[in-house]
């Protein structure tokens, strides 16, 4: 019995190096574009641990759980790391970067997350990359939740390692994701005595033995079908036109955003900057009195298909997610998370308006095209 998941030809050489290919044009980028088999921890992990040692001068940002995870892994690798950790309510400006330099001149090596879907914030990148630039420090971002929601440029924006995944605003899986890495940041690998070698982690193996090697054998048997549904993410982005699906991103977070604030009940954004939101997820802070986890679950109930979640750790007393990415993405479901949410407030006793929310909601959904 034929499957369409199963008894698949092998994927050659030739197309895995188009989707790379495929990529590097979603990212508009010359660097080497690497795709690993793996979650994006994976090449997060692998590439701080591969660029950076015992003689690094790392600058970390912390705007949310990630960028606290890449300063547990710098120190691991022997780096001195120096943190910038500004509230999760807004985001980090390239002052705060210049100043950091000022204080820190021998800094080498500069992590950053551009959107934190965690927190619902997202990070200037553009300016924030001619300041490293500009210091010759080498840069790390990690756009897992940014790219297909907001531009992601590696070249133009200066970041040397850039790591990307699917399974946000491209609409896919979560267990392939892609690198594009500098000349300067694989200089800095193969400088590095601890790079990781004959490992999952290596970034290196990969550059040798396929990069180098001209993309023509694969290393090993890759992940058959999270790479076909990359290809098909690619391939439906570029059908599309990534300008309208940004904008559809973009759309969806200024009509959580004016829908939230329209609907009452004590409901606010959490990220208080409309200029500090991303277009990936709107976070939300829930009144007094009233516990984010179980008013998620009160208006779960009405749909369970919804995607609403509590913050994560302290932040499930307080916060609550919208994660209107991808397929989430529609005036529907927008429409249909602030009814859920305004049901559940009004069983806790507090005063809503369902209709200014969907009036509000669909007014802002005009304003993100």
Not at 23 to 37: E, F, G, P, S
Not at 107 to 124: M, Q, Y
Request: charged share 20%; proline share 6%.
């Amino acid at each position: 019995m034929s499957h369409p998941f199963l008894d698949l030809p092998p994927l050659s050489a030739e197309r895995f190096a188009a989707i790379e290919d495929g990529v590097a044009r979603l990212l508009d980028t010359r660097q080497d574009v690497l795709i690993t088999q793996g979650e994006a921890l994976l090449p997060l992990e692998g590439a701080i641990r591969a660029a950076a040692g015992p003689g690094t001068v790392a600058l970390n940002v912390i705007t949310g759980p990630y960028g606290q995870t890449f300063g547990n892994w710098l120190r691991d690798a022997g780096a001195t790391v120096h943190d910038i950790s500004v509230p999760f309510h807004t985001a980090v400006t390239a002052e705060q970067i210049e100043e950091a330099f000022a204080e820190h001149p021998e800094t080498d090596f500069v992590s950053l997350v551009h959107a934190e879907a965690a927190t619902g914030n997202t990070n200037p990148v553009a300016e924030i990359g001619e300041v490293v630039r500009r210091h010759g420090a080498l840069f790390y971002l990690d756009a897992v939740a940014s790219v297909g929601a907001e531009p992601v440029l590696p070249d133009a924006w200066g970041v040397d390692l850039c790591v990307i995944g699917a399974q946000k605003a491209m609409g896919g899986p979560a267990g392939v994701s892609a690198i594009s890495v500098s000349e300067r940041a694989w200089a800095r690998m193969a400088a590095n005595p601890n790079a990781p070698r004959r490992s999952y982690l290596s970034l290196l193996d990969w550059k040798e033995r396929w990069i180098d090697a001209g993309r023509a054998v694969l290393p090993h048997a890759p992940a058959q079908l999270e790479m076909l549904a990359l290809e098909a993410c690619l391939e439906r982005i570029e059908s599309a036109g990534l300008a309208a699906v940004m904008a559809r991103h973009r759309s969806a977070a200024l009509a959580t955003r004016a829908g939230a604030v329209a609907l009452g009940g004590g409901l606010e954004p959490y990220v208080y900057e409309e200029k500090d939101a991303a277009p990936v997820a709107t976070t939300l802070r829930v009144p007094a009195g009233v516990v984010a986890s179980e008013l998620v679950t009160g208006a779960l109930a009405t749909d369970p298909a919804l995607p609403l979640v509590a913050g994560g750790g302290a932040l499930a007393k307080e916060m609550v997610r919208v994660n209107h990415y991808g397929a989430d993405a529609t005036p529907g479901v927008v429409q249909g998370s602030l009814a859920a949410l305004g049901s559940a407030l009004a069983e806790h006793g507090l005063t809503v308006d369902l209709e200014a929310a969907r009036r509000a909601a669909a007014e802002a959904w005009g304003q993100g095209r």
